[in-house]
């Protein structure tokens, strides 16, 4: 079995702590095992590998997350980055083509595709391998995971039963999120929840783009990435499929990707430098800053906090947070990649003058990072902790050590190595 893991997101329903480029699936905060905190991907990484299907495991996810999966997940992981985002037809179609044409995999091998971010139990992944019984045994070409209600729910789809024969589970039909009454009969008919996860044969999803392009080789699929139709896998291929059968799963399944849910599932307590102090109901709070957040005599209140931003919200009203984020075109404070992590402590632009960025930087042992300085700009660092090497194309080495300062001018393209885990501010300024 090849597993994809789609990892998608636009980072704004769990802001401040997500953003364009730290999307929910990264935050560290589920309770891992032996008590270290987790994220959404590390569990799910994780679990796939205690289900014993870890072995052939790809990631489809955009350019901007590269830095974040290597980071968590570590380097020998599998990642097919997308150009640009076209949704998950043309995702789960760029990593099956990667998996044909670049790792040669047999068009007859099964490959399941499921969410990154999934919250789950471990029978959720056994599943998987039910699932990939039922390809091998050609009883259909798709297998859909259905994921057994627990309530009427408007935010999902749901699959409708159709026939079971010999102990096959034949789909009959689909419904788009239905209003609450609706979804009560449904799931007294029996409907799950569509969850998003697919199993199919490789040369069943090759068959189907080439009616979308007639390119041969991975290269120029990528190259040719945006002609692709941006539609979903379920539009596009489930909805037009005629052999569709089900594996029903009953067990736990979240998706965790609004305050009001993850609160509840965490419970009320506090994460970081903070304090509840004579409660008057749930508060829950999440803090990332280095200063503390004391919550005093609250009730029924989400605080989340990062360099990003605060939020102080209802759990109810939570779900609307993207419509109310988006508008602000906020300016992104925090980034993890691959050599560290960067915080922008200060951002001053003066009218008709300099503008000013000044960034706290954090670089693991023998980590090295690129950077350029323009036409107009200058670069000043000072090394808090650790040891850096800064290099300069030209071949000109400066070993810096705490407190060692060092200007560097405009139009310079120059390297840093960090020799030990490497804490030094970063002060940009442009004309």
């Known amino acids: 079995m090849h597993i994809i893991l789609l990892s998608g997101g636009s980072g704004k329903r769990l802001w401040p702590l997500s953003n364009e480029v730290r999307s929910k699936q990264f935050l560290p905060i589920l309770q891992g095992k032996e008590g270290r905190q987790e994220s959404m991907v590390q569990r799910v990484y994780r679990q796939i590998q205690e289900a014993g ?9 955009g350019k901007a997350q590269h830095d974040a999966l290597k980071s968590q997940l570590g380097d020998a992981v599998t990642i097919v980055l997308e150009p640009e985002r076209r949704d998950t037809f043309p995702a789960i179609a760029l990593s099956s083509a990667y998996l044909s044409w670049e790792k040669h995999v047999p068009s007859d091998e099964v490959v399941v595709v499921l969410p990154v971010d999934v919250y789950a139990d471990l029978g959720y992944f056994k599943t ?12 259909s070409d798709l297998v859909l995971m259905g994921i057994t209600p627990d309530h009427p729910s408007e935010k999902y789809g749901y699959i409708i039963r159709g026939e ?23 799931i007294a008919e029996g409907a799950c929840w569509n969850g998003g996860v697919f199993a199919f044969r490789l040369g069943y999803l090759m068959q189907i783009l080439k009616k979308h392009t007639d390119v041969s080789t991975y290269q120029q699929l990528y190259e040719t990435y945006t002609t692709l139709k941006k539609i979903s896998f379920d539009y596009e291929v489930v909805e037009n499929a005629t052999s569709i059968s089900m594996v029903p799963y009953k067990g736990k399944w979240k998706d965790l990707g609004t305050w009001d849910i993850l609160a509840k599932e965490l419970g009320p307590g506090c994460i970081g430098k903070c304090l509840i102090a004579e409660p008057s109901g749930d508060t829950f709070i999440i803090n990332e800053l280095d200063i503390p957040i004391v919550a005093l005599g609250t009730g029924n209140l989400v605080i989340a906090a990062s360099p990003d931003g605060i939020l102080v919200s209802s759990p109810s009203k939570s779900p609307v947070l993207k419509k109310y984020v988006d508008p602000m075109k906020l300016r992104i404070r925090h980034e993890e990649l691959l050599w560290g992590e960067y915080t922008v402590i200060d951002a001053t632009e003066v009218a008709d003058g300099p503008k000013t960025c000044t960034k706290r930087v954090a670089m693991t042992a023998n980590s090295f990072r690129e950077f350029s300085s323009h036409e107009g700009s200058e670069t000043v660092l000072v090394v808090i902790q650790g040891e850096i090497e800064v290099q300069s194309y030209a071949g000109q080495l400066k070993q810096m050590l705490p407190l060692d300062t060092l200007k560097i001018g405009e139009n310079h393209d120059f390297a840093i190595r960090s020799t030990k885990d490497s804490i030094f501010m970063e002060i940009h300024r442009e004309a």
């Open 53 to 61: 299907l870890g072995s052939n495991v790809t990631i489809a996810a």
């Open 164 to 186: 079971e024969i010999e102990g096959n589970q034949i789909v009959k039909s689909f419904v788009e999120k239905p209003e609450k009454e609706k979804a009560e009969t449904l």
């Open 128 to 139: 998987l391998g039910k699932m990939e019984e039922l390809v091998k045994k050609n009883v």
